[in-house]
């Protein structure tokens, strides 16, 4: 199964799509608004390095917890979802960069419930990012005060 690529990477590694879209809705921040607004792009694609060492994730200790979180969780509810039969086992393995929705029903030989999946995996962990993304931008801005 292709479970991890379609489901755990969602957005990227960390699922960091969930990160950007709760900066976009609760973010005070403006330094982070503006990584969200240059990262969320590429991280439909998958593509998640705009996010990974500009939001900063890279030794931001807050944002470490769920980053795998989120990517456990992505392999672990999906899995019992497919072996529940709640949703197709994948059989095609698609690109990488085939951004949520589309991959789900593209690598599950057009099940729709595999992006009904996604989007419900996704609203998870954009509540998941929340706290720790509030608790980041506290940090960055604390920070940024004692800088000057």
Do not use: H
């Amino acid at each position: 199964m292709n479970v991890i690529n379609v489901y755990a990477l969602m957005g990227g590694s960390g699922c960091t799509l969930a990160l950007l879209i709760a900066t976009f809705i609760w973010g005070k921040w403006q330094p982070s608004k503006e990584i969200a607004k240059l990262g969320i792009l590429p991280g439909i694609f998958n593509i998640n390095e705009p996010v990974i060492y500009g939001y900063p994730i890279v030794f931001n200790i807050p944002l470490m917890v769920p980053f795998v979180l989120c990517t456990a969780l992505g392999i672990v509810i999906p899995y019992f979802a497919t072996v529940a039969g709640l949703v197709n086992p994948t059989c095609i393995q698609v690109p990488w960069t085939t951004p949520i929705i589309a991959s789900g029903i593209l690598s599950t030989g057009g099940d729709i419930r595999a992006a009904i999946l996604q989007v419900i995996l996704l609203a998870l962990f954009v509540v998941i990012y929340l706290p720790f993304m509030k608790a980041s931008e506290t940090a960055q801005r604390k920070q940024f005060e004692m800088s000057e």
